[in-house]
């Protein structure tokens, strides 16, 4: 079974920033796009950003400008830089590799990591 092991949550202030990590396990990485998915307490899990084999990125529209994806193919690590944070983006981040409509391919999930904006 793949395994997804998400980090580097935590509690910031408004207007802070926080870089997660998710490692993923065997082949998964080399051969994936993956994405970052977040939720937020009563609200459905959302896709927030996406990236390519090939390095190519795709974000919410809530999140554009402020979130960068990035992937380190040595490491098989697929990271998320969080900036200009705001209450709204509480929620536990996981990751996964999102299929062309956004939905996760893998039907289990890391644990996740809880990602708290407030002052």
């Known amino acids: 079974q793949v395994q997804l092991v998400e980090s580097g949550g935590g509690l910031v202030q408004p207007g802070g920033s926080l870089r997660l990590s998710c490692a993923a396990s065997g082949s998964i990485f080399r051969n994936n796009g993956m994405g970052w998915y977040r939720q937020a307490p009563g609200k459905e899990r959302e896709l927030v950003a996406a990236i390519t084999v090939g390095g190519r990125t795709n974000y919410a529209d809530s999140v554009k400008g402020r979130f960068t994806i990035s992937r380190d193919g040595n490491k098989g690590t697929v990271y998320l830089q969080m900036s200009s944070l705001k209450p709204e983006d509480t929620a536990v981040y996981y990751c996964?590799?999102?299929?062309?409509?956004?939905?996760?391919?893998?039907?289990?999930w890391g644990q996740g990591t809880q990602v708290t904006v407030s002052s």
């Open positions: 996964n590799i999102p299929t062309p409509k956004g939905t996760p391919l893998l039907p289990h």
